[in-house]
T-cell receptor, first 117, second 109 residues
């Protein structure tokens, strides 16, 4: 299957700072990438859909000015958590979609654990 | 989006088969049935998908009911590395994919 990487895998920052997370599709070109957030013991929640060269589409309740998404190339999308606060501490996961046998399949990165002190 | 119902948790013994059920009675005719799993502290990984016919790959088998309102993921011989949360997600477009609570599988040695 396709490989998606994320960097960093873990980050600890102080409240009020901004953190950038990179998501790369290593062996295929991803027109669409997705960003998810997962709190402990919970399922993944879709935050936004990112299309190369255009503005991201955010899910209801996700602040677009707080979670800045840039998808400048077919292999790279970035999520910037601006002015992070402790409640933003979570596991952030990206994915890239590809089509297999007539349907879209998502390939996920390993995740980034963000801790805001 | 098709609503899914999966058991919250299941247990299996190592080396034994595991059948993970999923009900998706509101599935549309064009939705494929996808299964993903998430190992602890990792991103989800694709397991298998199908439309109407049963499917096999190196990881698992997928049995789809004739009316497509339910499906079963079959792990033929569970190993400790199969302990994960398994998600059944009917969809066609990636844009429509949403995660439910899934089934947490525990494998006992």
């Amino acid at each position: 299957g396709a490989v998606v990487s994320q960097h960093p895998s873990r980050v600890i920052c102080k409240s009020g700072t901004s953190v950038k997370i990179e998501c790369r599709s290593l062996d295929f070109q991803a027109t669409t990438m997705f960003w998810y957030r997962q709190f402990p013991k919970q399922s993944l929640m879709l935050m936004a859909t990112s299309n190369e060269g255009s503005k991201a589409t955010y899910e209801q309740g996700v602040e677009k000015d707080k979670f800045l998404i840039n998808h400048a190339s077919l292999t790279l999308s970035t999520l910037t958590v601006t002015s992070a606060h402790p409640e933003d501490s979570s596991f952030y996961i990206c994915s890239a979609s590809g089509t297999i046998w007539g349907t879209d399949t998502q390939y996920f990165g390993p995740g980034t654990r963000l801790t805001v002190l | 989006d098709a609503k899914t119902t999966q058991p919250n948790s299941m247990e299996s013994n190592e080396e034994e088969p595991v059948h993970l059920p999923c009900n998706h009675s509101t599935i549309s005719g064009t939705d494929y049935i996808h299964w993903y799993r998430q190992l602890p502290s990792q991103g989800p990984e694709y397991v298998i998908h199908g439309l109407t016919s049963n499917v096999n790959n190196r990881m698992a088998s997928l049995a789809i009911a004739e009316d497509r309102k339910s499906s079963t993921l079959i792990l033929h011989r569970a190993t400790l590395r199969d302990a994960a949360v398994y998600y059944c997600i009917p969809h066609k477009r990636a844009l429509d994919m949403r995660f439910g609570a899934g089934t947490r599988l525990t494998v006992k040695p």
